[in-house]
């Protein structure tokens, strides 16, 4: 307990940045899935208290997820009643407990750390390209939204290109402020003031946005951004108008196969999407802590269960608000909890004013928060550590650019198998000769897979040779690799060559090759 105490200083504002970008992220998810506006401000507002206090994370944001958008939006469309939805989310949230009770959480630990790195820059490039409309006044696509098509019948690019013909001056201008503001704020003499530290970079921005429109509407209102480019909440007029906005689920829609089927949709692609973001948030987080992934499935399969009972939408860990409380140097799980305490609070006390909030300031947080996920320095370092590295950590981008996270992610890994399997296909057999005398060493697993090297090598082999087949550095040996020595050993005197053969100590492998008597062994 002490420590979070000792870590508060720098966890408040960084709660702060997070409130900030987790706001319109909330909105726009619940918008693009065909929910109540209000559900995504539910779903924020549990991911941070619930799972914030319960999570085993001390870095790591929960809330309603981009990558759930599509699944949610069918879901509602299928099911005809926004409380038959709920309840697929409860359940789904029990069927979480399970799987973390069960210890299914050691899947996300068999991801390679190239596709993980590659994750979190391709959710960099997504925030910059996604953002970059909003940035300069097109708000035409929800905010949020990750995949490469949309709603709308335009793509990622093909939405730039829009947005270019369609600029809103006065966005352009809180836009470019915005920016300016965090970049300054970046600077070294910026952060070796340390009373200027205890001020977000984006609270400035947001509060320098809202000043920029309000006075365009005193001077000059016709070059004011209209409600569409701002921030639109659901505002309460009173206590019994604030409770409206929340929706419980229907227990009588338990004998439709619909919520059943939705349930486990969403507890499976939930679960890998936390298990996912968690070990991304692991690599970015400064001391490298490590989130026990069986105890967060438990966290989130409770905060889904209470999602769904008060109207929110599915939670996940979501790498974007995670990535924006480190860089905005969150330390523990206070940060997580107060900004769900802090969006409760402005929600309650202050909707008029969050309503003020133009989108192009906010869209700037996201893109700042985006270059620091992408920079070019992971690049060089990828390529420097080689291409079973770099071609797996760029093939994930590319593939989560061009459809969405957990497909993009899925290619990936495959990839990245490809290179494991080609790297143990390589190393497993290797094969010097001088001159006549050959040695041909079987290390570590020789599969079925090394066969036609085997025996390619063994073929290749001249006459009059001397050959030493060292089987004593392999903890394996496939059947039909071994068969493929021995039909060598039958045939090897026809060319008057010469077989040694070392056989490991093993007993497994005692007997594994045998040469006929007349050879010479």
């Given at each position: 307990?002490?420590k979070?105490?000792?870590?508060v200083?720098n966890?408040?504002?960084?709660?702060i940045?997070?409130?900030?970008?987790?706001?319109?992220l909330?909105?726009?998810?619940?918008?693009?899935?065909?929910?109540?506006?209000?559900?995504?401000?539910?779903?924020?507002?549990?991911?941070?208290?619930?799972?914030?206090?319960?999570?085993?994370?001390?870095?790591?944001?929960?809330?309603?997820?981009?990558?759930?958008?599509?699944?949610?939006?069918?879901?509602?469309?299928?099911?005809?009643?926004y409380?038959?939805?709920?309840?697929?989310?409860?359940?789904?949230g029990?069927?979480q407990?399970?799987?973390?009770?069960?210890?299914?959480?050691?899947?996300?630990?068999?991801?390679?750390?190239?596709?993980?790195?590659?994750?979190?820059a391709?959710?960099?490039?997504?925030?910059?390209m996604?953002?970059?409309?909003?940035?300069?006044?097109y708000?035409?696509?929800?905010?949020?939204?990750?995949?490469?098509?949309?709603g709308?019948?335009?793509n990622?690019?093909s939405?730039?290109?829009?947005?270019?013909?369609?600029?809103?001056?006065s966005?352009?201008?809180?836009?470019a402020v915005?920016?300016l503001?965090?970049?300054?704020?970046?600077?070294?003499?910026?952060?070796?003031?340390?009373?200027?530290?205890l001020?977000?970079?984006?609270l400035?921005?947001v509060?320098?946005?809202?000043?920029?429109?309000?006075?365009?509407?005193?001077?000059?209102?016709?070059?004011a951004?209209?409600?569409?480019?701002?921030?639109?909440?659901?505002?309460?007029t009173n206590?019994?108008?604030?409770?409206?906005?929340f929706?419980?689920?229907?227990?009588?829609f338990?004998?439709?196969?619909?919520?059943?089927?939705?349930?486990?949709?969403?507890?499976i692609?939930?679960s890998?999407?936390?298990l996912?973001?968690?070990e991304?948030?692991?690599?970015l987080?400064?001391?490298?802590?490590?989130?026990?992934?069986?105890?967060?499935?438990?966290?989130?399969?409770?905060?889904?269960?209470?999602s769904?009972?008060?109207?929110?939408?599915p939670?996940?860990?979501?790498?974007?608000?995670?990535?924006?409380n480190v860089s905005?140097?969150?330390?523990?799980?206070?940060?997580?909890?107060?900004?769900?305490?802090?969006?409760?609070v402005?929600?309650?006390?202050?909707?008029?004013l969050l309503?003020?909030?133009p989108?192009s300031?906010l869209?700037?947080?996201?893109?700042?928060?985006?270059?620091k996920?992408?920079?070019?320095?992971?690049?060089r370092?990828?390529?420097?550590?080689?291409w079973?590295?770099?071609?797996?950590?760029?093939?994930?981008?590319?593939?989560?650019?061009?459809?969405?996270?957990?497909?993009?992610?899925?290619?990936?890994?495959?990839?990245?198998?490809f290179?494991?399997?080609?790297?143990?296909?390589?190393?497993?057999?290797?094969?010097?000769?001088?001159q006549?005398?050959?040695?041909?060493?079987?290390r570590?697993?020789?599969?079925?897979?090394?066969?036609?090297?085997?025996?390619?090598?063994?073929?290749?082999?001249?006459?009059?040779?001397?050959?030493?087949?060292?089987?004593?550095?392999?903890?394996?040996?496939?059947?039909?690799?071994?068969?493929?020595?021995?039909n060598?050993?039958?045939?090897?005197?026809?060319?008057n060559?010469?077989?040694?053969?070392?056989?490991?100590?093993?007993?497994?492998?005692?007997?594994?090759?045998?040469?006929p008597?007349s050879?010479?062994a």
């Amino acid at each position: 307990m002490k420590k979070y105490f000792q870590s508060v200083g720098n966890d408040l504002p960084a709660s702060i940045v997070v409130v900030l970008v987790a706001l319109p992220l909330c909105l726009g998810i619940a918008l693009g899935s065909g929910a109540p506006l209000f559900s995504g401000i539910i779903a924020g507002i549990v991911g941070g208290i619930v799972i914030g206090i319960l999570s085993g994370s001390q870095l790591s944001i929960s809330g309603p997820a981009a990558g759930l958008t599509v699944i949610v939006a069918s879901a509602i469309l299928k099911l005809q009643a926004y409380e038959a939805f709920l309840l697929a989310v409860v359940m789904a949230g029990i069927i979480q407990l399970i799987l973390g009770f069960i210890k299914a959480g050691v899947i996300g630990d068999y991801v390679p750390n190239s596709v993980i790195k590659g994750m979190l820059a391709a959710i960099g490039f997504i925030l910059i390209m996604k953002q970059f409309p909003h940035l300069i006044g097109y708000d035409a696509d929800f905010v949020g939204d990750e995949t490469f098509t949309q709603g709308d019948k335009q793509n990622t690019f093909s939405e730039l290109f829009q947005a270019i013909h369609l600029i809103t001056p006065s966005a352009v201008i809180i836009g470019a402020v915005s920016l300016l503001i965090l970049i300054l704020w970046e600077r070294k003499f910026i952060k070796s003031h340390k009373i200027l530290q205890l001020i977000p970079g984006p609270l400035l921005v947001v509060l320098a946005g809202v000043g920029i429109n309000e006075y365009l509407k005193i001077s000059n209102p016709a070059y004011a951004l209209e409600t569409k480019h701002l921030v639109s909440l659901p505002v309460a007029t009173n206590i019994s108008s604030f409770f409206s906005f929340f929706t419980f689920p229907d227990i009588r829609f338990l004998n439709n196969p619909d919520v059943w089927i939705t349930a486990l949709t969403l507890a499976i692609v939930a679960s890998l999407e936390t298990l996912l973001g968690i070990e991304a948030v692991d690599k970015l987080d400064p001391l490298k802590r490590v989130t026990p992934p069986n105890r967060e499935l438990k966290a989130q399969g409770i905060g889904n269960i209470i999602s769904g009972l008060i109207g929110g939408l599915p939670l996940t860990s979501v790498v974007v608000r995670s990535s924006a409380n480190v860089s905005a140097g969150g330390k523990t799980k206070v940060s997580a909890i107060m900004h769900g305490v802090l969006l409760l609070v402005f929600v309650m006390l202050i909707p008029g004013l969050l309503n003020k909030i133009p989108l192009s300031a906010l869209a700037a947080v996201l893109i700042f928060t985006g270059y620091k996920l992408a920079k070019v320095s992971l690049f060089r370092e990828f390529y420097q550590k080689g291409w079973d590295q770099f071609v797996p950590f760029v093939v994930t981008i590319v593939a989560i650019l061009l459809t969405d996270l957990l497909i993009g992610i899925i290619v990936g890994i495959f990839v990245g198998l490809f290179f494991m399997v080609r790297s143990n296909f390589r190393s497993s057999v290797f094969v010097v000769h001088d001159q006549n005398n050959f040695l041909i060493r079987f290390r570590k697993d020789v599969s079925f897979l090394n066969k036609p090297i085997v025996k390619k090598k063994l073929e290749d082999v001249p006459e009059n040779a001397y050959v030493l087949i060292d089987a004593t550095r392999a903890d394996f040996i496939d059947k039909d690799v071994i068969e493929e020595v021995n039909n060598f050993l039958c045939h090897a005197h026809l060319k008057n060559i010469r077989v040694e053969i070392k056989k490991s100590e093993h007993k497994s492998m005692h007997l594994l090759f045998q040469q006929p008597k007349s050879l010479t062994a």
